[in-house]
């Protein structure tokens, strides 16, 4: 990452684009451009903490309402929504936190809400082997909203659903239910 680069080329994006920066307010809005979109593309750290599922717990985890934003990559926009994500433990249960902290993970890049709903449900394949795990997303993307199209309030849905979320009839119509209520 090129600070420095990122500013010098922010500035030219605005001069290019006509606009006369040439006032107290605006002389190092090239650098908060720059800081900003650093900022919004940065991955956060954390612990992907697991547990054992001592005690079998057999049903359903969703943690619904996870918010978010990330960018689009077509236009480097916002899209700006909720999360909601489901497991079935199998031998690991893992800190429901760390639910949010994935959607963080994968909001802080150039994004499709398609693949960042894949890549959420792939990583809790990854770190927890569950019987099932299902992902959806719902936001709006300002690239629709604000412009083009200009669709205010189109929400954009998209889902993944893995093993018994995916095959076994009873476990998906179950998550089915919860994310229509
Ligand atoms: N599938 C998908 N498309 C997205 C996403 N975010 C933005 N887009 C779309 O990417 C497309 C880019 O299309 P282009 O025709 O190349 O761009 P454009 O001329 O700015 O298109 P308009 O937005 O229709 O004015 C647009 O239809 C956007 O709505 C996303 O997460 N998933
Ligand atoms: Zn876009």
């Given at each position: 990452?090129?600070?420095?680069?990122?500013?010098?080329?922010a500035a030219?994006?605005?001069?290019a684009l006509?606009?006369?920066?040439?006032?107290?307010?605006?002389?190092?809005?090239?650098?908060?451009?720059?800081?900003?979109?650093?900022?919004?593309?940065?991955?956060?750290?954390?612990?992907?903490?697991?547990?054992?599922?001592?005690?079998?717990?057999?049903?359903?985890?969703?943690?619904?309402?996870?918010?978010?934003?990330?960018?689009?990559?077509?236009?480097?926009?916002?899209?700006?929504?909720?999360?909601?994500?489901?497991?079935?433990?199998?031998?690991?249960?893992?800190?429901?936190?760390?639910?949010?902290?994935?959607?963080?993970?994968?909001?802080?890049?150039?994004?499709?809400?398609?693949?960042?709903?894949?890549?959420?449900?792939?990583?809790?394949?990854?770190?927890?082997?569950?019987?099932?795990?299902?992902?959806?997303?719902?936001?709006?993307?300002?690239?629709?909203?604000?412009?083009?199209?200009?669709?205010?309030?189109?929400?954009?849905?998209?889902?993944?659903?893995?093993?018994?979320?995916?095959?076994?009839?009873?476990?998906?119509?179950?998550?089915?239910?919860?994310?229509?209520?």
């Amino acid at each position: 990452m090129d600070l420095e680069g990122a500013t010098a080329a922010a500035a030219q994006l605005l001069s290019a684009l006509g606009l006369d920066m040439d006032s107290d307010h605006r002389r190092d809005t090239p650098a908060r451009m720059a800081r900003a979109l650093t900022e919004m593309l940065k991955a956060p750290s954390f612990e992907p903490t697991t547990f054992d599922n001592a005690g079998g717990y057999d049903e359903l985890v969703v943690v619904d309402r996870i918010p978010f934003f990330s960018l689009c990559e077509h236009h480097v926009l916002p899209f700006i929504g909720e999360a909601t994500i489901a497991y079935a433990p199998k031998d690991r249960i893992v800190g429901l936190s760390k639910l949010a902290w994935v959607v963080q993970l994968y909001a802080r890049r150039l994004q499709t809400q398609e693949a960042m709903t894949q890549q959420i449900a792939d990583w809790l394949v990854e770190q927890l082997d569950p019987k099932g795990v299902g992902v959806r997303l719902r936001a709006e993307h300002l690239c629709m909203s604000l412009r083009g199209a200009r669709a205010i309030g189109a929400v954009t849905d998209t889902t993944t659903n893995r093993g018994v979320l995916a095959d076994d009839p009873a476990r998906r119509e179950e998550w089915q239910r919860r994310l229509s209520s």
